[in-house]
């Protein structure tokens, strides 16, 4: 399931930090400036939300976290969830299976550096050649980091070749694009039952 907020700014800090825990709160307030704190605060409510909706759980149970830091629920190892944020929106997704998301902002301009650091030429030629190039590089980089939060690696050297690689014949993904494009988020499943 996939859970939503992209009104970070209506969220009110006062009541968000009642409803979550002490920890979570201070984690939130280690950040200086409001809309991070939002943003923190934001991810950890729609998990909330998708816990207590799919499985009937009051609290956030406590987090285990694998070899690379990917964070699972202590004692549920059948419930899997990833979260993501960026200026523009907050994102929870759930699911009997492994799963990775990212959400991202689009940026205003291409910056043309990062992209040929991240991506290959052939995905490089697709992103310059398109009628919106920074959409369709954030649709890639959604994508890319989305199945490296799956596997729980996190960022690598070998993002330029990374959805070539064999493993993505083992997931799949499912991109969305804001109305107003800006921004674009991806899921990337597992198609193996864990």
């Known amino acids: 399931m996939v859970y939503l907020n992209d009104h970070i700014s209506n969220i009110d800090l006062p009541t968000a930090m009642r409803c979550v825990s002490p920890q979570r709160a201070a984690y939130a307030l280690r950040y200086r400036q ?57 994102l929870c997704v759930t699911g009997n299976r492994p799963v990775g998301c990212d959400v991202e902002a689009v940026p205003s301009r291409l910056d043309i550096d990062l992209c040929r650091y991240c991506c290959n030429e052939e995905e490089t030629t697709a992103i310059l050649d398109s009628h919106h190039p920074t959409l369709a590089f954030a649709t890639l980089w959604t994508k890319k980091e989305s199945l ?18 064999v493993q993505t014949d083992k997931v799949s993904f499912s991109t969305f694009v804001a109305p107003d494009k800006s921004y674009v988020y991806t899921i990337c499943t597992s198609a193996e039952q864990k």
């Open 34 to 90: 409001p809309v991070d704190q939002r943003l923190s605060l934001a991810v950890w409510l729609l998990l909330q939300q998708a816990l207590k909706a799919e499985y009937g759980m009051q609290q956030v149970p406590d987090f285990v976290y694998g070899p690379h830091g990917k964070p699972h629920l202590k004692g549920y190892p059948y419930i899997h969830f990833n979260l993501s944020h960026c200026p523009r929106a907050a």
């Open 148 to 165: 490296l939060k799956l596997t729980g690696e996190g960022l690598t050297d070998h993002l330029p070749n990374l959805l070539c690689s």
